[in-house]
């Protein structure tokens, strides 16, 4: 490894590359099916007719009103997201002013922008750092099915391949109210969770 | 504004120094042998009077019989421009001389052509793929990528 | 007894705060201090110029857009001028002022977000970044006005613009424009003296003159330098050549001066707006453009002063009804390769400082 001088390149470091790009193609190999939406367990609301337990009603208010998103702004979706959190459709008034650097405390991923396949194992890397419960809205059509883009040839169509989507926001890019229309399906959704399920 | 310097002027200049390493030049357009691509724009840099000190772009595009390199240089301290273009055959590995030397503007710009249309930059110290990753297959922009 | 260290490599992005973006960079560090650089992008390299190959000219206005999100308006004004160049297509003289207006009120929106997103990475976390974004919801409110969208437009069209001006537009535009001078002074007033926005920004992060026009750089971080080289006046197109602004441009070339030259530019555009508003003829907006356009064999290459730099199509024709080739000379690529020349020696503080002084898109870097 040589330390650079001000000048043209000297170090670059092509190990390091060739190995991520070996992680990018095998990623890509591996995830050509799109992951299903985790709501199967709303069929099952049929079946449970006792009325949700005080300690389930807790829980759910409590995890629904502080959602906490990380950051993962690849593209144009990412400037309606931070006008969403800007002072005009304030976003803080339902508790999610703190866009978490890092993904540990966070848990929820508004993915704003366009996959790549080279941005791929990140997002997944990302995703599997924050702790459970964690919930995903895809964000524009590029996260929902590849947008305008879905044929190129270095494009993710859509986030489903990578990560299990909650709340797909449609809109190129979505209005700051389609998003917090989206937010509130999502917190609709986190209130009917009970914790007897995975 | 902006002169647009005709490619005839431009090769009436250049022929005394360089004889026979200019193939046509028509419009504001002057098409150069690849080989003497690096001297010639070194002498346009260079040269009082024409002093071509800012590379507007580089760029390459797919005709299939050949690809051709495009330059487009401005000068600030004269505000002109002049377009030079070069050609390069064969598509297994074609490649023309890196001018990073003369303007390093050309870093990035020279390293976009070699990773999506595959040209290679002789002289270039760090050429290496810079939008897609390392194993990629191919080289999209190719006319003839899927 | 010397305490022996070592060199250690530390991977900055792509998913990080600062970083404006997916923008990944490779530093070596002693201690806090970089000692080498290296730049990885491609994080959202989507194919545009290939897929571009394969649309209509006109269906190739909304990836324009696409491009450079903030300064959408920039991008398509570049893409339709260097089509009309191409087909040799005259647009009415309504049209070319409101093209002017939109494309400077964009600058505007765009200058804004680049100092607050500066200033966040300063310090002053997010209260100059929320007060410019105030301002930045009233321009959107004008654009919305006027063709529906807030951050893509699609609203240049080959041969015009796409509609004309609601009745609502001038008497707002003409309140926003009394308005916008007022906000400027109350910036100056509390950031242009600022000891801690001196301390951090002033010295650092030079770029000097020749270095500037070596590596092609162009925008602010050119005039920043010292270099008065600005297309609007260098190779005039539109109708700028009617109006009268100035340049501004730094003496040094650190990221003060840079800063200092947008806000300068932020000024210069509302001055561009008050004459173009007074000026503004009535008449069409569009011409007639046959519906399926067929431009004569040929290459152009057309180039516009956008707010991030020298912002150029370069498209190839071959009479068909899609373009044989679709090149953008993307201004923040260009820019970013002196970026490794002016961090070495400063510490990983003052690296976010220049990386956001240069202010890049990284939609337009990918393409």
């Given at each position: ?198 | ?146 | ?17 600062s ?95 680049g100092v607050g997103a500066f200033l966040n990475d300063c310090g002053a976390f997010m209260t100059p970044f929320?007060?410019m ?57 509390l950031l242009a003296?600022n000891e801690i926005l001196l301390a951090r920004a002033k010295?650092v992060g ?48 650190d990221t003060y001066?840079r800063y ?89 503080a003052d690296a976010v400082i220049i990386f956001g002084s240069?202010d ?8």
């Amino acid at each position: 490894m040589e330390v650079g001088r001000a000048g043209l390149y000297v170090y670059s470091d092509t190990e390091l590359d060739r190995a991520e790009g070996a992680a990018i193609e095998s990623l890509k190999a591996h995830c050509q099916q799109a992951i299903p939406d985790p709501d199967k367990w709303l069929e099952e609301e049929l079946r449970r007719n006792i009325l949700l337990t005080s300690v389930d009603f807790m829980l759910n208010w409590a995890r629904r009103s502080s959602l906490w998103p990380v950051i993962c702004f690849p593209a144009c979706c990412a400037f309606e997201l931070i006008a969403t959190a800007a002072s005009r459709f304030d976003i803080s008034r339902f508790g999610m002013e703190i866009i978490r650097a890092s993904p540990r405390q966070a848990d929820l991923m508004i993915t704003a922008g366009t996959l790549t396949w080279k941005m791929a194992p990140q997002v997944r890397r990302i995703y599997d750092q924050m702790a459970e419960p964690k919930w995903v809205i895809a964000m524009g059509a590029c996260a929902i099915s590849g947008g305008t883009f879905a044929q190129s040839y270095s494009v993710v169509p859509g986030y489903n391949l990578i990560v299990p989507v909650d709340v797909y926001v449609p809109g190129c890019p979505p209005r700051p109210e389609a998003l917090l229309y989206g937010i509130k399906m999502l917190r609709d959704k986190i209130s009917k969770k009970s914790i007897t399920e995975g | 504004m902006t002169l647009a310097l005709s490619g005839e002027e431009v090769a009436a200049k250049l022929e005394p120094q360089f004889p026979g390493s200019i193939i046509e030049s028509k419009g504001n357009n002057l098409l150069v042998k690849s080989e003497s691509l690096f001297d010639l724009a070194s002498f346009l840099k260079t040269t009082p009077g024409l002093d071509f000190d800012y590379l507007t772009s580089i760029t390459a595009v797919d005709y299939y019989d050949y690809f051709e390199v495009v330059y487009h240089l401005t000068s600030i301290k004269h505000n002109h421009s002049l377009v030079v273009k070069t050609r390069c055959y064969g598509r297994d590995n074609p490649a023309v001389p890196s001018v990073v030397s003369l303007w390093r503007g050309a870093d990035f710009q020279e390293r976009e052509i070699y990773d999506l249309m595959g040209i290679s930059f002789n002289g270039h110290p760090n050429l290496k793929r810079i939008f897609l990753w390392e194993g990629f297959q191919g080289h999209p922009l190719r006319k003839d990528y899927l | 007894m010397a305490l022996k260290t070592e060199p250690f490599v530390i991977n900055i992005g792509p998913v990080h705060p600062s970083t404006h973006g997916v923008f990944r960079m490779r530093a070596t560090l002693d201690g806090e201090v970089i000692l080498d650089m290296e730049p990885i992008f491609g994080y959202l390299h989507r194919g545009i110029e290939k897929l571009a190959e394969g649309r209509t000219y006109t269906q190739n206005i909304p990836f324009t857009d696409r491009l450079d999100y903030l300064a959408s308006m920039s991008n398509n004004l570049a893409y339709v001028m260097a089509v009309e160049k191409l087909a040799g297509i005259s647009i009415p003289e309504r049209a070319e002022y409101l093209r002017v207006i939109m494309a400077e009120l964009q600058r505007i929106a765009s200058h804004l977000i680049g100092v607050g997103a500066f200033l966040n990475d300063c310090g002053a976390f997010m209260t100059p970044f929320l007060y410019m974004f105030r301002e930045r919801e009233k321009i959107l409110d004008l654009f919305e006005m006027v063709c529906g969208q807030r951050l893509t437009y699609n609203y240049m069209r080959i041969g015009g613009v796409s509609q004309d001006i609601p009745e609502e537009f001038l008497p707002a535009l003409d309140k926003f424009v009394r308005q916008m001078p007022g906000f400027i002074d109350e910036y100056d007033q509390l950031l242009a003296e600022n000891e801690i926005l001196l301390a951090r920004a002033k010295g650092v992060g030079i770029l000097p003159k020749e270095l500037a026009i070596n590596i092609s750089a162009s925008g602010p971080v050119l005039r920043g330098s010292g270099v008065k080289w600005d297309i609007r006046k260098a190779d005039p197109y539109s109708v700028y050549d009617r109006f009268q602004f100035d340049i501004p441009i730094g003496s040094t070339g650190d990221t003060y001066d840079r800063y200092w030259v947008r806000i300068q530019e932020m000024r210069q555009s509302v001055r561009i707006i008050k004459q173009a508003m007074e000026q503004l003829p009535p008449g069409e907006v569009l011409t007639e453009v046959p519906h399926s356009l067929h431009p004569p064999v040929g290459e152009v290459y057309g180039h516009i002063e956008a707010p991030r730099g020298e912002l150029g199509f370069y498209l190839v024709s071959d009479n068909s009804i899609a373009p044989y080739r679709f090149h953008v000379r993307p201004p923040t690529l260009i820019n970013l390769t002196a970026l490794r020349d002016m961090m070495i020696g400063w510490k990983i503080a003052d690296a976010v400082i220049i990386f956001g002084s240069i202010d890049i898109c990284l939609a337009e870097v990918d393409r």
